[in-house]
């Protein structure tokens, strides 16, 4: 069973600017709820409950977030907005919060070895707040909890983009098991689309085995300067094994402007029309 999860948090959310300039990004709402929340949700559902965030400087309202605020809630007693923080309590009654910082910014990649000391030698879930992801039944890191207990092996959630997208994001090649499950052959880290190996993009979902850190630390740095876990996971997937799985659901890239509005309209219409909280699960859509 995975217990850990790491989120990486340490950011500056600079395509949010001002709204970030004294605020992290993942403290931006969808709706009423940060992405952090849906983030931590995920995890939680996906019985992932020791959580680590390697953070940095001004990021101090995360950590308020994930507590409690006794003048708030004594003045908000016996109203009806107690509500509306009953998500929030039970994920503090159920999880545990550490927090390390990120002292310089050098890439994904240094951001999980940072968090090295939160996780020690046990597979761990990471989590990129800013893709906030639906999982259809089930939620996305629940579902590849579950291919982890499979194949015990690093998992690396993926979605097809449109070609000219690929320098976006981590892109895989792989031997394909079934239609939605492939073993990694190759992955290259934001690749021009000439030079793309595919179009199936990584997005912010991974579950990790404890080897990754001595890797990483053995990982030059690669795209843009910095160290990247793609180029780490390829090294993995050579030496070993590395799956990626197309999920059940729906990915929406909150770090950009488009992607959150198109998240807020998601949410709108799937929850708060239908009055119920928003949640990072959505029924299943039945096909035609
Ligand atoms: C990171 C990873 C990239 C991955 C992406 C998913 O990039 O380096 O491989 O595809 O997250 O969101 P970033 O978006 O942090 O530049």
């Known amino acids: 069973m995975i217990k850990k999860c790491l989120f990486p948090v340490a950011g500056y ?22 992405l952090v929340q849906y983030a931590v949700e995920e995890a939680h ?75 020690g030698d046990e597979p761990f879930g990471v989590v990129l707040a800013d893709d906030l992801c639906f999982g259809e039944g089930v939620g996305v890191l629940a579902q590849m909890a579950k291919l982890y207990n ?34 990694v052959t190759d992955m290259v880290e934001k690749p021009d689309p000439k030079d793309a190996p595919s179009n199936m993009a990584i997005i912010g979902r991974y579950i990790l085995t404890p080897d990754i850190f001595d890797i990483i630390e053995n990982t030059e740095p690669g795209k843009n300067g910095e160290v990247q876990i793609t180029d780490a996971l390829l090294q993995q997937a050579k030496e070993g094994c590395v799956i990626a799985y197309k999920f059940s659901g729906k990915r929406f890239d909150c770090g950009s402007v488009k992607g959150f509005v198109e998240a807020t309209n998601f949410c709108y219409e799937e929850f708060y029309l239908k009055n119920e909280p928003s949640a990072t699960v959505v029924p299943i859509k039945k096909t035609k």
């Open 13 to 34: 959310g600079t395509r949010f600017l001002p709204a970030t300039k004294a605020m992290p990004k993942e403290i931006l709402p969808i709706l009423d709820k940060p």
């Open 45 to 119: 559902e996906a019985g992932l409950s020791d959580l680590g965030f390697v953070t940095g400087r001004g990021k101090r309202a995360l950590e308020d977030h994930f507590d409690v605020s006794y003048e708030l809630e004594h003045q908000i007693q016996g109203s009806g907005k107690e509500k509306q923080l009953e998500g929030i309590r039970k994920l503090i009654d159920e999880c545990t919060f550490s927090y390390t910082r990120q002292i310089e910014m050098k890439g994904l990649g240094h951001a999980i070895l940072t968090g090295r000391t939160l996780v």
């Open 150 to 183: 499979q194949f015990r092996c690093s998992i690396v959630a993926i979605e097809e983009v449109p070609k000219d997208e690929t320098n976006k994001y981590g892109v895989i090649a792989g031997e394909a098991l079934t239609d939605n499950i492939f073993r």
